[in-house]
């Protein structure tokens, strides 16, 4: 099964998006980088809750059809039912979707946004202004992470039309227009406090990043 990160965007999308985030880095001293993964965290604890609570009432079933009471065999099938389950789970991750808190997805994007801000070095810039847009599409999620230098003059709000943008685009089956106008949008906001200067070189690449979990 193809993962859905390399579904997300075609080859003519993902040309698009680089070529604006090139675009927009011509106005700015800024970086912007686009990372997208299918997930933020492995959730495997949600796999085991969904094999548990579905295998149980399974064996249930089960030993009532059988119309049998000897525990040893309800063991077995319970156990049987909760490997298979998992195992379907794990190679199918949408599944564990509704055995995951709304908590616990806001807390691992969060979390995993902020660590590939520091993994990729967005924070390391000579001006510090790097901006991260982490897309996270088991979670349904987006978050930007803009450096100290972007964030004394540009308020945390502002940020959140970036998001809307992309949100509305995903749901309009439009993601690729989406995330190419984000970048713009992106592009407009950095230009007009951090404008492009004599000597500005190109300090990140502007390849989109794209992953499984986001743990690296």
Same mark, same amino acid.
């Given at each position: 099964m193809k993962d859905p990160v390399n579904r997300f965007l075609t080859?003519?999308?993902?040309?698009?998006v680089e070529e604006r985030?090139?675009?927009?880095e011509k106005t700015t001293s800024g970086e912007i980088v686009v990372k997208i993964v299918s997930s933020s965290d492995s959730y495997a604890a949600a796999g085991l809750l969904g094999s548990s609570m579905i295998a149980l009432p399974g064996a249930i079933l089960i030993m009532i059809a059988f119309q049998s009471r000897d525990m040893w065999m309800f063991l077995g099938i319970f156990a049987a039912l909760f490997i298979v389950l998992n195992?379907?789970?794990?190679? +199918? $991750?949408?599944?564990?979707? $509704?055995?995951? *808190?709304? *908590?616990?997805k806001q807390q691992e994007v969060e979390e995993a946004a902020l660590g590939a801000f520091f993994r990729? =070095?967005?924070n390391d810039t000579i001006d510090h202004t790097g901006i991260l847009l982490y897309? *996270?599409?088991?979670?349904?999620? +987006?978050?930007? +992470?803009?450096?100290? =230098?972007? *964030?004394?003059?540009?308020d945390q709000e502002v940020w959140q039309e970036i998001v809307d943008i992309i949100i509305s685009g995903i749901h309009e089956k439009r !993601?690729?227009?989406?995330?190419?106008?984000?970048?713009?949008?992106?592009? !407009?906001?950095?230009?007009?406090?951090? $404008?492009v200067k004599p000597g500005d070189r190109n300090e990140l690449a502007d390849s989109i990043i794209m992953g499984k979990v986001s743990r690296s």
């Open positions: 080859e003519k999308e993902l040309r698009l985030i090139r675009e927009a195992e379907l789970f794990t190679r +199918v $991750p949408v599944l564990k979707r $509704p055995f995951v *808190s709304a *908590s616990d990729r =070095g967005i897309i *996270s599409l088991f979670e349904h999620k +987006v978050r930007v +992470v803009a450096d100290k =230098g972007i *964030s004394e003059k540009v !993601q690729g227009t989406a995330v190419a106008a984000a970048v713009d949008r992106c592009g !407009q906001i950095l230009a007009r406090h951090f $404008p």
